[in-house]
């Protein structure tokens, strides 16, 4: 017989077991994406769900005409899918058509008459159909164009210029012809253009020169000389055109001319010192501006459509210190302000702002870690849900067509909010270094074209990048929009297809509950509703479901609760009579007899009624066993477990909770309590066991026993309109428990008043301490057993 080689043997079988290790590993990933990033939603509780990819990388914009891009800072599409990207390095607004084909660009200079400075940093864009917002806040100015004639104005073109009186200018007299040719270079063609007349000189002693139609005299135009009509002579060409020699000339664009220039405004406020630097603009449909401004402390500067200060809108609250807070009360206005100077009051200034078609007022603060997101009406209430995921970094926001809201975040994040604040879609751009398509260094501004595409500013990266949507997020964005137009036929349908790719998606059974609620099928959109854990939606949801079925079986209750009561008085009389019950009784006080558990548990009722009897029954004649005691403690458990699973999920601060994880914190705040107030006791002369304590506590929780149970299958049947009818009856349970532990230590350790309220303090903070500590100790575990077997291998091997 060959001989086994174990060596090859246990080599192999090792090798199969890595292999198929990492087989079952590859293959039990949760969600594949084939984007740089992954995509989460949120489940019932806010914790973060990996889900299907909502946007996947698309082309990227690196340049406009040629030039590449230095700072950007915004972008902004119109109701026309113009896109406006524009680059403060470069003081220039450069546009693309919905094909992100470079279409123009908006620059300004200044007025030929000095009377402004033109563009130094071109913040931010905002674009009605009729103009374009354009503010400076290095110039302390909102720039407004004419839309209309910035699409629309004419291009740069050549012109061939015959110069009557060669005196290598322009001149009265002077014909201009069109040129064919892109390159300007082939033989003037038809017949003369222009003819020009030199009409006067303006204050900087500039020719004006009138541009004649050349047939029919029609004056066309006026330029100031050649500086601003005609650029530099691109090459002298001595071409004999009908016996006259012709010179070529670039004829530069229509200049881009403010319509409107808003500076500082004249209120006090301002002249006071306030600093009016605009960064970014929206403009409702009276033509009223929201800016938000560098260091506006006091929100947005809300001004009228002539650039006169209205009132400041949408302020961030002061967060000041606590011992500050106090301090307030007490200083003058001057130390206050010197206060905020020293910076001690931590100043919340709005990133960016946003208007929706109806009016809504969107704002974000990147600073903010809660509340980051708020959507003011007309006289500033915030309407956006305070309960909207958010993080530190936010820089700007978007709003959709569906009510949806886009955030960016300089970290990387890209957020998408429905209309009522809830998370739909996250998802991380950041490039942390490598390379790839989608990823982005420094986000700064976001925006979504008609066709649903979010459009990013990469600042870092110096560059647009598009992302496009999937199938999955056309799915949601139809639904809400259909819900929206009152299809719910269509909305039901897209929720449903969500649901293909992302099992886990509690917007599309609310969206679906919402849908059935619509067409009155109220149980159906409860099923949904609770699949989703909505409490809101279930709350209203069963109300009306109850309310259709009291209305169908109220005459049953009522003869089903009738017959109840005339069952228990016909068998009150009976049982008076006959004594049917004798029998259990007699059982009963044998069991009591010959169980000291089941004697000790049915002392239970008698102990609540009497407790100061009982804690002296427990001290002085041993009246509970530490045996029953601890079935109270497991019977507490079940409660405790009946809570979570029985209540109605719409009173819970917490679902899906780890059950054993609950108990283990519940049984060791319980054991913490019995040591800590033993021990306490011990040393302040406390009369006190610690069998006393630890059997006197668990009597201390009985009327849980009784109440608990009740308001748990309570809950079931009520909504949020009879929520008293649960919080009330717990409340007082849990003071009523509570007065029993004030007494439980009063009477078994024998002390007065004052000393128990002391003993009470001392002991919770004994807990505090020794839970700190086992904390500490269960924290540093894994190392101290790792240096305990390195301590005992050592041993050992000596």
């Known amino acids: 017989m060959k001989r086994i080689n174990w060596n090859n043997a246990v080599a192999m079988i090792i090798l199969f077991t890595l292999v198929l290790f990492i087989g079952i590993a590859t293959s039990s990933k949760v969600m594949a994406s084939s984007t740089p990033y992954y995509t989460y939603t949120t489940d019932n509780e806010d914790g973060g769900v990996k889900t299907s990819d909502a946007y996947t990388p698309g082309e990227q914009i690196l340049e406009a005409g040629g030039e590449s891009f230095k700072t950007l800072e915004y972008v902004y599409v119109d109701h026309e899918d113009y896109i406006y990207i524009t680059d403060s390095g470069r003081a220039k607004v450069f546009i693309f058509d919905k094909d992100l084909n470079f279409i123009d660009v908006i620059e300004y200079n200044g007025s030929v008459s000095g009377a402004d400075d033109g563009f130094y940093a071109v913040n931010s864009i905002y674009v009605t159909e009729e103009k374009i917002y354009i503010p400076d806040s290095f110039r302390n100015s909102v720039f407004v164009f004419d839309r209309e004639a910035i699409l629309n104005r004419d291009q740069q073109y050549f012109l061939w210029m015959e110069d009557i009186d060669d005196s290598d200018s322009l001149s009265t007299g002077d014909v201009f012809y069109l040129n064919e040719e892109i390159d300007g270079v082939s033989t003037p063609i038809g017949e003369p253009v222009f003819v020009v007349e030199v009409t006067g000189q303006n204050a900087d002693n500039r020719d004006i020169v009138l541009f004649k139609d050349y047939e029919t005299g029609e004056e066309l135009f006026t330029k100031v000389d050649k500086a601003e009509m005609i650029g530099k002579i691109l090459n002298w060409v001595t071409y004999d055109y009908d016996g006259t020699d012709v010179l070529k000339f670039n004829i530069y664009a229509a200049k881009n001319e403010p319509i409107q220039v808003i500076t500082t405004p004249t209120a006090p406020v301002f002249q006071e010192g306030y600093l009016f630097a605009p960064k970014k603009v929206v403009v409702d449909t009276r033509g009223n501006l ?28 002061l967060r000041t210190p606590f011992i500050d807070q106090i301090r307030s009360f007490i200083l003058t206005d001057i130390q206050k302000e010197k206060l905020r100077n020293e910076n001690l009051i931590s100043i919340d200034y709005v990133s960016s702002v946003a208007i929706d078609e109806k009016g809504f007022i969107y704002t974000v603060t990147s600073t903010l870690e809660n509340d980051v997101i708020k959507k003011y009406n007309v006289s500033g209430k915030n309407y956006f849900s305070s309960d909207a995921l958010g993080w530190v970094g936010a820089v700007d926001l978007w709003v959709g067509d569906y009510g949806n809201v886009v955030v960016v975040e300089e970290f990387g994040w890209i957020n998408e909010y429905n209309s009522n604040g809830q998370l739909i879609f996250t998802f991380s751009v950041s490039d942390a270094g490598i390379d790839r398509v989608g990823l982005l260094s420094l986000p700064k501004s976001i925006a979504i074209d008609s066709k649903d595409r979010l459009l990013v500013v990469d600042q870092g990266n110096k560059l647009l990048q598009i992302y496009e949507p999937t199938a999955f997020t056309n799915a ?96 009150k009389i009976l049982n008076k009579k006959y004594d049917y019950t004798k029998g259990l009784r007699n059982k009963f006080k044998e069991l009591r007899t010959k169980s000291r558990t089941v004697d000790e548990l049915s002392y239970i009722p008698e102990f609540i009624k009497h407790p100061l009897d009982g804690y002296y029954q427990i001290k002085r004649k041993d009246r509970v066993s530490v045996k029953t005691a601890t079935i109270i403690y497991g019977m507490l458990a079940v409660v405790f477990v009946m809570y979570y699973e029985v209540t109605n999920i719409i009173f819970l601060e917490k679902t899906n909770v780890n059950i054993l994880y609950e108990l283990i914190i519940l049984g060791s705040v319980l054991i913490l309590w019995v040591i800590a107030n033993y021990f306490i006791c011990l040393i302040n002369d406390g009369e006190g066991s610690f069998k006393n304590v630890y059997v006197s506590t668990a009597m201390s929780f009985t009327p849980l026993l009784f109440v608990a149970p009740v308001i748990i299958l309570l809950s079931n049947v009520l909504t949020y309109q009879e929520a008293v009818f649960y919080s009330v009856p717990l409340a007082f349970t849990l003071i009523w428990v509570s007065i029993y532990f004030f007494f439980m230590i009063k009477e078994i350790h024998n002390y007065e008043v004052g000393e128990t309220v002391n003993i009470i303090f001392k002991s919770m903070f004994t807990m505090l301490i020794m839970g700190i500590f086992v904390f500490v100790v269960y924290s540093l575990n894994s190392q101290i057993f790792t240096v305990s077997t390195e301590i005992a291998r050592e041993l050992i091997e000596r």
């Open 476 to 571: 949601v964005h139809t639904a809400l929009q259909a819900y929206q137009d009152g299809d719910e036929d269509l909305a039901r349908v897209n929720w449903k297809s969500t649901l293909e790719y992302a099992t886990i998606f509690d917007l599309a059974h609310i969206g679906l509950g919402d849908a059935y609620i619509r067409q009155g099928d109220y149980e159906s959109a409860l099923v949904e509703y609770k699949l989703a854990s909505y409490k809101a939606g279930i709350s209203n949801t069963y109300w009306q479901v109850r309310q259709d079925w009291m209305e169908e079986n109220l005459e049953l209750v009522f003869f089903v609760v009738l017959m109840l009561f005339v069952g228990r008085w016909i068998f």
């Open 290 to 317: 929201y800016i938000v401004g560098a260091q506006s402390n006091n929100g947005l500067i809300m001004l009228n459509a002539e650039g006169e200060f209205l009132t400041f809108f949408g302020g961030n609250p």
